[in-house]
Structures are given as structure tokens and as C-alpha cells.
């Protein structure tokens, strides 16, 4: 299978250069969001199941892959102004806009502060957290989720191989969803020169994002403002296939009293990670925000002919 890359490079943000890949296609375009420690390399495979059938622009957010990485300011507010003025940059009009975990938050995020932007919502296995009670703090407690990626920040690796060989060890990818696009996400992860290879993503930004996650009362007032076509589309399993779901029914339904119009499909045999990376995540996604985007532009071409 081989991966084709239109063009990479670099887009003006919010003052930052944000990295970015771009694959050609057709009609409404798609704009895709990564998730909290990932990069747009995230979606090569969905990339390649769209065939060419929709243009797709990625990019790396602030913090992350080869974007510039400032001290701050972060969060969701932040990221969705980046992309609106990168959208502006690459002279893109209204889109669909995918968002992968993290990514969906900042989808929505979009979608409140710059409605030109946006033609549709995908929001894959993200874009609402539902209120935690009696809780610590919202540090801890996402430390205690994601302690693998965040330690993993600040670890080196002699070259590539060696990081591809560190997740084959981990149960995120298995082994029947790992192939090219796995790989080639995970050597983009990584910067630096061996035997000092390190994850690009900056874990500063990454704890400033974790905490704008738990800004609930925000999170809610972004969802009950879409008014744009949106699906949902859930892993079957959590990070790992011996997790739940991070959206099982009872979340979605909380969800759904914010976005009364949402289309939601489980993607089964999939996990957080391979709902957008391995083979069967990759195709279902596709075909279902390649359908999204024609009812968009069907709705958008019946707009502009209404006198």
C-alpha cells in the first residue's frame, strides 16, 4: 500500500507557522484535527480510503509535530483560531471539519468562534466530557488515563525502529490493524537525531489542553451552538481493545440532549486509536464523512439557488 502525499509544508497560524499535509480531491474540502499528543500523519489512512474523492487538509496544532511550539497560549480557543486563519491562508471556504479526539473539541471550538469556516462537523470518539464529580482535580485525574503518553513525552530512542518496536510491545495497535499508515504515523512522531529521537509533541502544551478539557459549562455552550450537519462516529473499545469505550450509550445520550440533530455510528472492532489508523476504522470513517460532506454540498447548492 502506498502513501501519497500531494504536498507538506507549512501555513501561517495565529502568529505561529503550523505544519501541515494536504491530499487533493473534489467538492466540499475537509479540514482534520488531530488529538491531544498526535499529529495530522493521524489521518493518512482515511486519507487514502477517500481516494482522491475530497480534498483533505491536515494540520500539526500548536505544540505539536513540526508546528511551532510557543510557551503559550494554548487550549481549544486558542487552536480553533490557529486553524481558521490557516483555512483563510490556503483560501478555504466553508468545509467539513473532522475532528479525531482532542480534535473534536477543537472542531466544535471552530465551529462557534468562526461559523464560515465550517459546513459540517465529524467528531470522531471526542467533543464532549461529561462532568466529573468528586474528583481531585482534572490533573491527576488525566495524568492517571494518560500516564503511558504524557511520561512517554520525555523518554528517548535510538532511531525510529526502536520507537515503531516500543508500541508494537503496547497493546493500542494490534497486530491485525498495524501496517504503513501505523508506521508512518509513528515516524513522524518523532524528531531529533539518533540515538536521541524524542515525540515531538510538547508536553507543556499537552497539560495546558488536558486542563481545558475539563472546562465543562464551555465544552456545552460550543456543542448547543452547531447548527451545521454533524455526525459521531465512537470506537467500539477505549484506548486499548481491554478498555470500554470512552462514549459508551449512556455518554452519548447525555451528548445528544446538546446536539439534538446529531447522526452517531459505533465503528465496531475498532479502538480510540485505530478507529482512524487501522484498516476497517479508516475505510468506515471515510465513506461515512465522504457521505457527510455530499449532503453538504447538496444543502449549500440548494442555498445558493433559493431567491
Not at 482532542?102 to 462532568?131: K, R, T
Not at 440532549?257 to 459505533?266: F, I, K, N, R, S
Not at 447538496?298 to 431567491?307: D, E, F, K
Amino acid at each position: 500500500m502506498k502513501i501519497t502525499r500531494e504536498a507538506r509544508g507549512r501555513v501561517p497560524g495565529d502568529r505561529v507557522e503550523l505544519a501541515f499535509g494536504y491530499w487533493p480531491g473534489l467538492g466540499v474540502p475537509l479540514v482534520a484535527l488531530h488529538g491531544l499528543t498526535a499529529s495530522y500523519v493521524n489521518f493518512v489512512g482515511i486519507a487514502e480510503r477517500l481516494a482522491g474523492r475530497r480534498a483533505l487538509f491536515a494540520v500539526d496544532l500548536r505544540g505539536r509535530g513540526d508546528s511551532d511550539k510557543p510557551d503559550g497560549p494554548y487550549g481549544f480557543t486558542q487552536h480553533a483560531r490557529d486553524v481558521a486563519a490557516a483555512m483563510r491562508a490556503m483560501g478555504l471556504g466553508p468545509s467539513v471539519v473532522v475532528g479525531h479526539s482532542m480534535g473534536a473539541f477543537v472542531a466544535a471550538a471552530l465551529a462557534a468562534q468562526s461559523p464560515e469556516c465550517v459546513a459540517g462537523l465529524v467528531l470522531i470518539d471526542g467533543g464532549y466530557l461529561p462532568a466529573i464529580s468528586g474528583a481531585a482535580g482534572p490533573q491527576p485525574a488525566l495524568d492517571a488515563a494518560l500516564a503511558l503518553r504524557i511520561g512517554q513525552l520525555s523518554q528517548t530512542y535510538p532511531s525510529r525502529e526502536a520507537y515503531r518496536q516500543f508500541w508494537r510491545g503496547q497493546p493500542h495497535f494490534p497486530a491485525e490493524d498495524w501496517g504503513p499508515w501505523v508506521e508512518a504515523f509513528l515516524d513522524y512522531e518523532v524528531g531529533g537525531d539518533p540515538p536521541h529521537l524524542q515525540p515531538k509533541a510538547y508536553e507543556a502544551a499537552v497539560r495546558a489542553d488536558l486542563m481545558e478539557g475539563f472546562k465543562s459549562a464551555e465544552i456545552v455552550e460550543r456543542l448547543q451552538a452547531i447548527s451545521v450537519p454533524v455526525i459521531m462516529l465512537r470506537a467500539e473499545k477505549g484506548f486499548t481493545p481491554q478498555m470500554p469505550p470512552l462514549f459508551p450509550e449512556p455518554v452519548v445520550q447525555q451528548m445528544r440532549q446538546y446536539v439534538p440533530h446529531m447522526e452517531e455510528h459505533l465503528v465496531p472492532g475498532t479502538t480510540h486509536y485505530t478507529i482512524v489508523m487501522g484498516e476497517h476504522g479508516a475505510a468506515t470513517c471515510a465513506s461515512l464523512i465522504d457521505n457527510l460532506a455530499g449532503r453538504c454540498h447538496t444543502a449549500g447548492s440548494q442555498m445558493r439557488s433559493t431567491p
